[in-house]
């Protein structure tokens, strides 16, 4: 479902263009998205944080959630809120 005034846009992790249409952006030729724990591009599952944007590959990312609640790019967004 689409939530009424909530968009996602990806961009250009190398010249911060958006990305329409495809995971590779048209400026750089390159993966638009990239992985934060291991700086690679993500080509399959991926997950992010709607706070700050910044995410990877599930497998990394679950990993690190399991025993840290900042992001792992060092921004301080609070990745996951407790209850």
């Excluded at 952006?25 to 706070?51: E, H, M, N």
Aim: proline residues 6%; aromatic residues 8%.
């Amino acid at each position: 479902g689409v939530t009424p005034g909530l968009q996602f846009a990806a961009m250009c992790h190398q010249c911060m263009e958006p990305v329409v249409d495809t995971d590779i952006c048209q400026r750089c030729k390159d993966y638009a998205f990239q992985c934060t724990i291991c700086c690679s591009a993500v080509r399959g599952l991926c997950t992010w944080c709607p706070l700050c944007g910044h995410g990877g590959h599930v497998d990394h990312i679950m990993p690190w959630f399991q025993t840290n609640s900042v992001c792992p790019t060092g921004c301080g967004c609070m990745c996951i809120i407790s209850s």
